[in-house]
């Protein structure tokens, strides 16, 4: 066992016992252990439940990605404090009030790389499992798990319009795998593309387009596609399946979140609002928390500030009215 094999043998293991699990359940409901289709939803059910497993890493993203757009103020302050300043001592300066600005308000700008990051070991471990199946189903090879020989070659004879999902677009010369490769890949890069791009026209407020991230964004946007094309012509395509499924939860699950908890100060907001206004519900927003309370994200009533203290007891609002009579109030009493 290499190195790699040794890494990824936990992510190995849980993939292909995934991948067992599903194929027991949906022959026993009647499908064909060697049909395409058994096969393509036992990857898209693998899809599945990795995501539910990531999904507390994914509330933590927006949570981290909410704080990042509400002290987005601060940091162009930091910005345009030292614009045109290169010296060391600047450019050091300028990333220490960053990062106490990061850590002052809980959020971190690399957050929203970690579900991505998270899933890659478990992309890495599907790869490995589907470009072994012939020699899993002969014997010569072995992975952790529950995927056995047998599973291995009931899936090295299902095929899909005529093509194995153990071929890839490079390594096979059957015409019908290579046309479904290029049908996922375009699928993948649509999908991927219309996220960044919903993300960028709805879930962003105007003052956050011109920033460094935002165009690190838009660059995302146009390359992402072309990395697709380029990777994904070696991927099998039960590997392209697995991806196209997930740029498809991350698709609707984003549509969601935009729709229901969209960013302060973007379109999707406004939109929110006018829902919640025309359904005569009150317009709530996301505020920072004040310095009490460091890195706390509050939703409050319009005309209303609550501030969460560090202990996390909540106090309550006062009306003017009361705060003002609680001042004029006769000392001694």
């Given at each position: 066992?290499?190195?790699?094999?040794?890494?990824?043998?936990?992510?190995?293991?849980?993939?292909?016992?995934?991948?067992?699990?599903?194929?027991?359940?949906?022959?026993?409901i009647?499908?064909?252990d060697?049909?395409?289709?058994?096969?393509?939803?036992?990857?898209?059910?693998?899809v599945i439940?990795?995501?539910?497993?990531?999904?507390p890493?994914?509330?933590?993203q927006?949570?981290s990605q909410?704080?990042m757009?509400?002290?987005?103020?601060?940091?162009?302050?930091?910005?345009?404090?030292?614009?045109?300043?290169?010296?060391?001592?600047?450019?050091?300066?300028m990333?220490?009030?960053?990062?106490?600005?990061?850590?002052?308000?809980?959020?971190?700008?690399?957050?929203?790389?970690?579900?991505?990051?998270?899933?890659?070991?478990f992309?890495?471990?599907?790869?490995?499992?589907?470009?072994?199946?012939?020699k899993?189903?002969?014997?010569?090879?072995?992975?952790?798990?529950?995927?056995?020989?047998?599973?291995?070659?009931?899936?090295?004879?299902?095929?899909?319009?005529?093509?194995?999902?153990?071929?890839?677009?490079?390594h096979?010369?059957?015409?019908?795998?290579k046309?479904l490769?290029?049908?996922?890949?375009?699928a993948?890069s649509v999908?991927?593309?219309?996220t960044?791009?919903?993300?960028?026209?709805?879930?962003?407020?105007?003052?956050a387009?011109?920033?460094?991230?935002?165009?690190?964004?838009?660059?995302l946007?146009?390359?992402?596609p072309?990395?697709?094309?380029?990777?994904?012509?070696?991927?099998?395509?039960?590997?392209?399946?697995?991806?196209?499924?997930?740029?498809?939860?991350?698709?609707?699950?984003?549509?969601?979140?935009?729709?229901?908890?969209?960013?302060?100060?973007?379109?999707?907001e406004?939109?929110?609002?006018?829902?919640?206004?025309a359904?005569?519900?009150?317009?709530?927003?996301?505020?920072l928390?004040?310095?009490?309370?460091?890195?706390?994200?509050?939703e409050?009533?319009?005309?209303?500030?609550?501030?969460?203290?560090?202990?996390?007891q909540?106090v309550?609002?006062?009306?003017?009215?009361?705060?003002?009579?609680?001042?004029?109030?006769?000392k001694?009493?």
């Open positions: 066992m290499g190195f790699l094999d040794t890494l990824l043998w936990p992510f190995t293991w849980l993939v292909s016992s995934i991948m067992a699990g599903f194929h027991w359940l949906l022959t026993r009647g499908m064909q060697t049909n395409g289709l058994t096969w393509i939803l036992v990857i898209v059910g693998l439940v990795l995501r539910l497993l990531l999904m890493l994914f509330v933590r927006i949570h909410r704080r757009q509400l002290i987005q103020p601060e940091l162009m302050k930091i910005q345009k404090k030292y614009k045109g300043k290169k010296d060391e001592a600047s450019r050091k300066a990333q220490e009030e960053s990062f106490g600005l990061y850590k002052k308000h809980g959020t971190n700008p690399f957050s929203s790389c970690l579900p991505i990051l998270a899933q890659m070991p992309f890495f471990a599907l790869f490995r499992i589907l470009n072994s199946v012939p899993i189903a002969d014997g010569s090879h072995s992975v952790p798990g529950f995927f056995t020989p047998a599973l291995a070659q009931a899936m090295n004879e299902s095929t899909v319009l005529g093509a194995k999902l153990s071929s890839s677009f490079l096979s010369d059957d015409t019908s795998a046309f490769a290029v049908v996922l890949i375009i993948m999908t991927t593309f219309t960044q791009h919903q993300l960028m026209r709805k879930n962003m407020p105007a003052s387009l011109d920033n460094p991230m935002a165009r690190q964004q838009k660059v946007l146009y390359a992402l072309l990395v697709f094309a380029v990777t994904g012509v070696n991927f099998p395509l039960g590997v392209l399946v697995y991806w196209t499924a997930s740029n498809l939860w991350t698709m609707c699950q984003q549509f969601y979140v935009i729709r229901a908890m969209p960013a302060p100060g973007s379109p999707a406004k939109a929110l609002e006018e829902r919640r206004l359904k005569g519900k009150p317009v709530k927003k996301l505020q928390a004040t310095q009490e309370a460091e890195g706390e994200v509050v409050a009533g319009t005309g209303a500030n609550v501030t969460v203290p560090r202990s996390g909540r309550q609002p006062q009306s003017k009215k009361r705060k003002k009579s609680k001042n004029n109030r006769p001694g009493r």
